[in-house]
Every structure is written in structure tokens, then in C-alpha cells.
């Protein structure tokens, strides 16, 4: 490895900003050690693949059947379908990147390594936003199904200020100014305990959590089943009469609502540095979870629309959707209330591995240098980042306690539409700076499939609303003006002097900040 001049990588006040925007991180730093503290690996290649549907399956089907399904009628099984697609394209870039750099991190490690420490910051910004508006928007999702299974079981339920998060409505004054008063509740309660319980769950570690979310998760696939099979009895074709009434505009709009359910294979990515065999296993993991997810999307999907039309989904939004066409199908409350202890506990399961997600990705942010060494902290007996959990926890559960469903669901598209289009244009960049690089696994079709990727991930992101556009590029504002205050003048590559420093497996040869 040729040494580069020692300005390359001086504190950043001594090199351009055009420079320290574009360095990249030497993947052998990845490879062979890390600075400060390390993550057990314990997960197996099951467990790591049931974290992949765990993060997934709930999300998209047990209640965003009401968010997709008015945006695209029937034609919502396209919407599905390009989801699908875009993801399983995804897949095969991650399933490269994640085999020839197995590390915590995800998209943003991975840009880091090809595109620069510039790219990377944004690409944290948007899988930071990702899992933690994802979490919260399940979280909100699961209050729905919690409630309803109190009523359906004791025939009590918590009241709406207890369990809806309060609704900012425009109201004109007499005046012509618009104000925003706030109706439904005070507070979702249930979404603030269900963040709380899996914080705890996390705390205790990552292999306890992983079984725990293989339980749940298969419990998740058995009671979809048999939504399908309930479904498909009370077929009526007419419901899928005016298959494009929509438009494509509709159909555009539903598959950006729907991506976001797709979380979960980025989730598996993030876990690179606690699973066994790595370079083997998160390949695996990527292309077994999508197989699982994908199909029963289109199943469930399909089954619901077979059973009710359009209008029903309409008028649910934002309700425990399948628990009521279950009931009104078979006209009997046990496999209503089956379904809804499903979603209960498996829904959980989503929370738990979005939230575990977002804390790894900190966790190499902060391994990085870009935020307080805190959140690098792991305790000595659980080997789990504890503060950094607590810290995410409580910021997930006021999104969850206070903010309404209905304006976190295309937000979180955003996020992984980019984390995805990044990954692929990773794998271009790493074929011609790295070619030698060992890659256990290699995506089929190079370089068609990751450039495929980017365009349908475009294609999706242009039939998002313009207001998520707005939330969207607020927040890479808020993460950039952090940047420049404070993680740019920290990041971890300003002490060291040369590569050759970086590849020592000690580790050792860092500068001293006063040097």
C-alpha cells in the first residue's frame, strides 16, 4: 500500500474542505480492526435472516394496506410488485457490499468506503431518519392493534387520549391568519411502551433479542397465512373490476408508501459485526429475508383485496385493517382477535429490530468520531451500547407518543430510497477502485441490476408528495449543519497520518490531538 502524503490526513483545518469531503475511509480499517470498543458475534444465519423479515413483514401489511390501497385500487399489487422489485435489486447490491465489507453501519459505512466521508454524512442523515421515523411509525401502527384486541378480549379499551397522538388541523381565524390546534389525544401511550420494552429487550443483548425475534417473527408468518386463506374464501372478483382506475400516478404514489416496509433488508446489513461467518451469512440473510418478504406481501395483499374493495380500505385508514376484514368475512370475533394477539406480538418484533438498527448505525457513526464517544460505550457483561440505546429509545418513543402515523410513512421511503440508490452506485465505484477486493458474493448481471436499481428508486421517489421532499431535505440541512459544526472537525481519520497507520491490526498508531 503506497503511503499518501501525511496532509491527506491532518486535522481537517489543514487540508482543503474539497479534500476532507472526499476521502474515503480504507476498507482495510473495516477488515481488520477497529478502533475502541467491539461487538460480540454471536447471530446466526437464521437468526439474521428472521431479523431481515421481522423488520419487514408487519410494517407493510398489517396496516399499510390502508395508507397504499386508496392511492392505487387494486392496481396496489403493482405498487407491490415495483416495491418488490426495487428491493430484490437492492438485495443483490447489498448482498455484495455486506460479503466484502461485513460491518456494522449498513449504507453508511458502505458509502463511506466508495463515495467519500460527504456522501456518507448525508447517507447517515437518511437511514437515521429511516429507522427512527420507521420505528415510530409502527410503533403507532401496533397502538391500533393493542386496542383493539383490549376490546375484542375484556371489552374495554384505553381512551382516545391515551392512544392517539394529537392531530395538527389548519383553522382559518376571523383575522385570516391559519392556526394549527391539535385534536384527537394527548399522547399514544401504548406506542411509548412498546419502544420502552424493546429498549429494555436490547439492553440485554443482541443474541436474546434475535430469539426473541425468530419467535415472534414465526408466529407473524402463521397468522398472515391463515389471513390468506381466510381472505381468498370470500373471493369477489368484482373487486378487482377498474384494475387502473388510479392511474400511474397512483400507482407510483402507493409504491413509495409501500418501500418503506422494505426496511428490514438494511437492517440485516447493519448487524455485519455480530454474526458468525459473516462474508457468508449476511448474503444468505439479505436474499433469504426478501424471498420470504415478497411473497407474502403480494399473498396478503391480494388476499385483502379478494375480500373487501377499495372503499373499505378507505374508510380504515389508520385502523387495524385485516383484525376487521377477518371479522366481518367469517362473522365470527375469534379470528379477528387471533389476528390482532398476531400483529401485537409480532409488530413488536418490527420495533425491535428498527430500533436495534438505527443504534449499530450510531454506533459506527460514533466509531467514526462524528458524534460524542458516548455512544460508542459498550458494557463490559451484555456487549450491547447501552447508553446509545437508551438515548434512541427515548427519542423514538416521543415520535411514536406524539406524532401521527399519516406523516411518517412516505418520509421513511425517502430515507431508504436513497440509502438504496447509494448502495448501488457503492458497488459500481467499488468494482473500478477496488477490483481486487475479495467478494464472496457478486451481483448477478453487472453492471445492469445495480444501475437498474438507482432508476426504479428514482422512479419511486418521484411519486412521492412534495411535502416529504421538504421534510426530507430540512433534515440532511439540520445533519449537515452538525457536520460542519462539530463532526467534521472530529471525524476519526484526522489522526492518522497514512494508511499504513490504519492497516496496523493494533490499532495503536494514532496521533496525539496536540501533536
Not at 486535522?11 to 477488515?31: S, Y
Amino acid at each position: 500500500m503506497a503511503t499518501r502524503p501525511r496532509a491527506h490526513w491532518e486535522n481537517p483545518m489543514a487540508i482543503t474542505l474539497r479534500e476532507q469531503l472526499l476521502r474515503k475511509k480504507p476498507i482495510v480499517f473495516q477488515q481488520q480492526h477497529h478502533q475502541g470498543e467491539e461487538l460480540a458475534r454471536n447471530l446466526s444465519t437464521f437468526q439474521l435472516m428472521m431479523f431481515g423479515v421481522g423488520a419487514t413483514v408487519g410494517t407493510g401489511i398489517f396496516f399499510v394496506l390502508g395508507e397504499a390501497v386508496p392511492k392505487a385500487g387494486p392496481a396496489v399489487l403493482i405498487s407491490f410488485l415495483i416495491a418488490g422489485i426495487a428491493a430484490g435489486l437492492s438485495a443483490l447490491c447489498y448482498a455484495e457490499l455486506a460479503s466484502a465489507i461485513p460491518v456494522s453501519g449498513s449504507t453508511y459505512s458502505y458509502a463511506y468506503h466508495a463515495l467519500g466521508e460527504f456522501v456518507a454524512v448525508i447517507i447517515a442523515g437518511c437511514v437515521l431518519l429511516e429507522y427512527g421515523v420507521s420505528t415510530g411509525a409502527v410503533a403507532v401502527g401496533w397502538s391500533s392493534y393493542f386496542n383493539e384486541l383490549l376490546h375484542e378480549t375484556i371489552g374495554w379499551q384505553l381512551p382516545e387520549a391515551l392512544s392517539v397522538s394529537p392531530i395538527p388541523v389548519p383553522v382559518e381565524g376571523a383575522d385570516g391568519l391559519i392556526t394549527y390546534p391539535a385534536t384527537g389525544g394527548l399522547i399514544n401511550l401504548p406506542a411509548v411502551v412498546l419502544v420502552m420494552l424493546c429498549m429494555l429487550l436490547l439492553i440485554r443483548g443482541a443474541s436474546e433479542s434475535a430469539t426473541v425475534n425468530a419467535i415472534m417473527v414465526l408466529i407473524k408468518l402463521g397468522v398472515l397465512v391463515l389471513f390468506t386463506v381466510i381472505g381468498f374464501s370470500a373471493f369477489n372478483a368484482d373487486h378487482f373490476a377498474n384494475f387502473f382506475a388510479y392511474g400511474v400516478g397512483g400507482i407510483s404514489a402507493a409504491a413509495g408508501t409501500i418501500f418503506f416496509s422494505f426496511i428490514g433488508l438494511d437492517a440485516v446489513a447493519t448487524a455485519g459485526e455480530e454474526v458468525k461467518n459473516p462474508q457468508k451469512a449476511l448474503p444468505r440473510a439479505i436474499i433469504g429475508a426478501l424471498a420470504i418478504v415478497s411473497g407474502i406481501y403480494i399473498a396478503v395483499a391480494a388476499a385483502g383485496l379478494a375480500a373487501k374493495p377499495v372503499e373499505f380500505f378507505e374508510q380504515t385508514q389508520g385502523e387495524a385493517g385485516l383484525a376487521l376484514i377477518l371479522k366481518e368475512v367469517t362473522g365470527n370475533q375469534i379470528w379477528s382477535t387471533v389476528l390482532a394477539a398476531g400483529a401485537v406480538i409480532s409488530i413488536f418484533s418490527v420495533t425491535l429490530v428498527t430500533l436495534y438498527g438505527q443504534t449499530r448505525i450510531l454506533f459506527a457513526v460514533g466509531r467514526d468520531g462524528m458524534i460524542p464517544k458516548k455512544f460508542l460505550e459498550v458494557n463490559p457483561k451484555t456487549m450491547t451500547p447501552t447508553y446509545n440505546t437508551i438515548v434512541v429509545s427515548i427519542a423514538v418513543a416521543l415520535i411514536g407518543g406524539f406524532v401521527p402515523a399519516d406523516y411518517l410513512w412516505d418520509t421513511v421511503s425517502i430515507g431508504t430510497l436513497m440509502a438504496f440508490s447509494v448502495v448501488a452506485i457503492g458497488i459500481i465505484v467499488l468494482r473500478r477502485t477496488h477490483p481486487d477486493l475479495e467478494r464472496p458474493f457478486k451481483v448477478p448481471g453487472y453492471p445492469v441490476v445495480p444501475i437498474l436499481t438507482v432508476l426504479v428508486c428514482l422512479y419511486i421517489m418521484w411519486g412521492l408528495a412534495a411535502i416529504t421532499w421538504v421534510i426530507f431535505l430540512t433534515w440532511i440541512a439540520i445533519v449537515l449543519i452538525y457536520y460542519f459544526s462539530y463532526g467534521r472537525t472530529h471525524a476519526t481519520l484526522n489522526h492518522y497520518t497514512t494508511e499504513e497507520e490504519i492497516a496496523e491490526p493494533s490499532g495503536r498508531r494514532r496521533r496525539d490531538d496536540d501533536e
